[in-house]
Every structure is written in structure tokens, then in C-alpha cells.
């Protein structure tokens, strides 16, 4: 129906508002794309911009993720089934996966974005926010301790269908098999970082020292 093209429609643009991209320019006069690792990510942004920079594209590129996986609730429609059934979950979850791909090809940007790591970590806390808590609980962890955003990305991206089957114990297959295809699309995204990292050529990003600016 129309409603659903609509909707679909509208996660894409809210996934492709390139966050990094347009702060960098806004408040810095600087398209972030065109240094560190070229990628139009929070990270990266941390790693050109420095740390409050970082921080403001992390929070709304999670926001992105989160709003698109709520639009069904926001636009209060009832359409695709009640908000506890089945249905209901395979349609956020396509509407995560279409803001995700928005993040990765945004028509505001040359379809030359990011990696999508936190817009899917916005999908996942819309949706299951004990798994979010989760991956977020691993990603800190691997990042304390490597120093690596990308290795934290992959490790948090495995936490997530990881975390459904052994803790959440999910009964939902297709919740299931979008966790491991999301797995799959992090691990696509950085294929980059993979190479640079059994190289030894990854670089290190410090939280809480050695902060370049
Ligand atoms: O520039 O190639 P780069 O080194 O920047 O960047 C690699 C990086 C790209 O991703 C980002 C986004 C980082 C956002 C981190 C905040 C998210 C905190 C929780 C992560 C949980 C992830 C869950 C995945 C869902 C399955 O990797």
C-alpha cells in the first residue's frame, strides 16, 4: 500500500542523513571522508574531529537507527499487525535493515557513507534492548582492552545473535536470521579494517588518553 511505501521510503532518508559528513562541513569546514580511514562514521569523525564530534555523530547516528525502527509506533498505524506480533518484529526489522542501507548509500551524500555500526546498534535497542545492552557490554570491553573500534564493531556485531540464543532464548526465526545476516553485513563493511588488522595496520583509538583534539 501506500502506507508501507511511505514508511519504507522514510527509513531510507532518515538512514541516509549523513551525519558525519554534514557536521564535519557545517561545523568544521572539513568532509570527513577525506581523511583517516575515509569512512562517514562516528569514529572516524572521533578520529579526524575529536572526541566531542565523535560523540554527537555516534548519538544521532543511533538515533537514526532507533527512529526508522520505530516508525510503524510513530506513525501510530496498525496496519502491519499489533505491536506484539510476529509481523509486526519483521517489519521494524526490515525498516532497521532499509535505514541501515540508507547509512551506507545516502542519497544526501553521493550514496558514500559509513559502516552502519551504530545505526544497527539503534535497530537493536528498539527492538531488543537486553541484546543491545549485550553488544554494547562487549563492544567497551574489546575496545578497553584492543583499542580497535572495527574489532569492537565485528565482536559486538557476533555478540547479537549470540546474545538471542543464549540469553534472550528468542522464539522469533526471522529475529534470528536478521541477527546473523547483520552479523554478516558488519563483517562485509569492514572488510577494510580486516585486512589493515591482521596486518597490524589498524589504527588505535584511546577514549580516555592520547586524544588527538
Ligand atoms: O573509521 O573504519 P573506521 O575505523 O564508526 O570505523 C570502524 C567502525 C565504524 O563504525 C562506527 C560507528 C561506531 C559507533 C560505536 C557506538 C556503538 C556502541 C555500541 C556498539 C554495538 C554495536 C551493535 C551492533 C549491532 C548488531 O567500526
Known sequence: SLYLFGVVVLAYLFGSI?????????????DVREYGSGNAGATNTFRVLGKK????VMLVDIFKGWTATNLPYLLDSGIV?????????NFQLALGVIAVLGHLFPIFAGFRGGKGVATLFGMVIAIQP????????????????????????ISAGFTFPISLAL???TTVPSLMLYAIAIC?????????????????????IYLFKKSSK
Request: charged share 10%; proline share 1%; aromatic share 10%.
Open 81 to 89: 499487525g499489533t505491536s506484539d506480533s510476529i509481523h509486526f518484529v
Open 184 to 204: 554478516v553485513l558488519i563483517l562485509i563493511t569492514h572488510q577494510k579494517n580486516i585486512e589493515r588488522l591482521l596486518k597490524g595496520k589498524e589504527s588505535k
Open 130 to 153: 537486553l541484546a543491545a545492552l549485550c553488544c554494547v557490554t562487549i563492544f567497551l570491553l574489546c575496545l578497553l582492552i584492543s583499542h580497535y573500534v572495527s574489532l569492537s564493531s
Open 167 to 169: 540469553i534472550i532464548k
Open 53 to 56: 564530534a565523535g560523540i554527537i
Open 18 to 30: 549523513p551525519t558525519a559528513v554534514w557536521f564535519g562541513q557545517a561545523f568544521y569546514g572539513v
